[in-house]
């Protein structure tokens, strides 16, 4: 009798969970489809000394050496590239920078061939990420390296290519030949497109070096300029978005399409963040799915 009662108590409260399962489903219903009331953005307010969201002003004394007075980069989200700029490619030939357009998403980098220290970092960050990302260069998207020293030639260009694909997996190699190229040019066509990107740096005479911020850009297959990664270290995760969403979503899994739900692209900071009401509607969906599956389970006990 005892184990009678005691079989009797649990199907009681199954049936009492079942019952509750509908008020359980309308209130996540709710919860999911309330719209946030507010979505603020928050971007610094003037210019960072070195990078900024907004256009370049002068502005009092930073505290910055005096060789990196003017120095910085400027985003210009959305304008577009002159892709009529004409370069010398790694093999000595003429090419147009709409050359490497039209079809695919473009990883920018401006560095000089030559640098001692920062370009190269620059070069590692991108090659770091290369390695990783399931993308590859030459294949979802193409690279574009431009020496900003009219000095360089094509076989420095020709150096550091074979330096940087030859340092990628076996795998990737053959796409990265044909997709990552390196630039030099004169001082016209540079000057068009560091001031198209924001790029501003100086010659410093006394140590026959450029002072310049570093950073890669992310542009549209049409040449519009859609992401600025700053610094030496280029998060997989975040280079992958920015390219999914320069090309309009052409590219990447469905995974990639709940990634960029979730998480936003902050130009003052250049890099994706969590939008935590996102995540939450998220979260509060798939507790709904998980509910409803139990709704169902439980239905045929």
């Not at 060789?67 to 490619?89: H, R, S, T």
């Not at 020293?149 to 340092?167: F, G, I, M, Q, W």
């Not at 410093?204 to 270290?233: C, M, W």
């Not at 936003?264 to 998980?290: E, F």
Request: proline share 6%; with cysteine; glycine share 8%.
């Amino acid at each position: 009798m005892k184990q009678v009662g005691s079989v009797q108590r649990a199907v009681c409260r199954t049936k009492c969970a079942v019952r509750s399962v509908p008020a359980i489903f309308v209130l996540l219903v709710f919860a999911y489809c309330t719209p946030p009331t507010a979505h603020c953005q928050l971007v610094p307010q003037g210019n960072s000394p070195l990078y900024s969201s907004r256009p370049y002003e002068a502005r009092a004394p930073s505290g910055l050496p005096k060789a990196l007075n003017g120095v910085g980069i400027d985003q210009k989200l959305n304008e577009q590239l002159p892709l009529d700029l004409v370069f010398k490619n790694e093999n000595g030939e003429t090419v147009k920078l709409g050359d490497y357009f039209g079809k695919k998403p473009v990883v920018l980098s401006l560095v000089y061939y030559q640098c001692p220290m920062l370009c190269n970092q620059v070069l590692n960050g991108m090659l770091t990420a290369f390695k990783v990302m399931a993308f590859q260069p030459g294949q979802e998207f193409e690279v574009v390296t431009v020496s900003f020293d009219p000095r360089e030639t094509p076989a420095l260009a020709t150096a550091k290519k074979s330096t940087y694909v030859n340092y990628l997996p076996a795998a990737r190699r053959a796409n990265a030949t044909s997709g990552w190229h390196f630039l030099t040019g004169d001082d016209a066509n540079i000057k068009r497109l560091t001031d198209a990107v924001g790029f501003r740096y100086h010659y410093d005479e006394k140590t026959n070096q450029f002072a310049h911020a570093s950073a890669i850009y992310v542009t549209t297959p049409e040449g519009k300029l859609a992401r600025y990664f700053y610094g030496i270290e280029y998060a997989p995760r975040d280079l992958r978005l920015g390219l999914i969403e320069a090309a309009d979503n052409k590219i990447g899994s469905p995974v990639d399409q709940l990634m960029l739900y979730c998480f936003h692209y902050d130009p003052a900071t250049g890099k994706y963040g969590a939008v935590v009401m996102k995540l939450m509607q998220v979260g509060g969906l798939l507790t709904l799915l998980a509910m409803a599956g139990m709704f169902f389970v439980l239905r045929k006990v």
